[in-house]
């Protein structure tokens, strides 16, 4: 009877071992800028995301901006470093975007 119990506890903690896999491959898919650009979100939920970081986006977008005059010297040279200031810049150019057709349809 103790096989039986230790057999049934094997089968419980790999079923829940696989579904954590897939879970975590899920929050892993998410994280992605590119996935997250094909997530069919409506604008109005979108234009709650940026106006509630409204404060923020100009800033880092300044920011971005110094970083981008010694961008050569980042392209000769490909580091994670620069790669993600490539895509914070192409997210925060997505958010401006859609900030701006949001805001030409209020008028």
């Known amino acids: ?5 230790q057999v049934a506890l094997s ?6 071992i696989r579904i954590l896999f897939k879970k975590t491959a899920d929050v ?3 994280l992605d800028l590119q ?10 939920m979108k234009l709650q995301f940026i ?3 409204d404060q923020v986006i ?3 977008a300044a920011l971005l901006e110094q970083v981008k005059n010694p961008q050569p010297i980042f392209d000769s040279a ?15 150019k ?13 008028m």
């Open 51 to 53: 106006l509630a970081k």
């Open 78 to 92: 490909v580091s994670p470093s620069s790669t993600v200031v490539q895509s914070e810049q192409y997210r925060f």
């Open 58 to 60: 100009p800033s880092q």
């Open 11 to 16: 089968n419980i903690a790999g079923k829940r």
């Open 28 to 30: 892993l898919k998410y």
């Open 94 to 106: 997505k958010d401006k975007e859609l900030l701006e057709r949001v805001q030409q349809r209020a």
């Open 35 to 44: 996935h997250i650009d094909r997530i069919d979100v409506p604008d109005a």
């Open 1 to 5: 009877e103790q096989v039986k119990a």
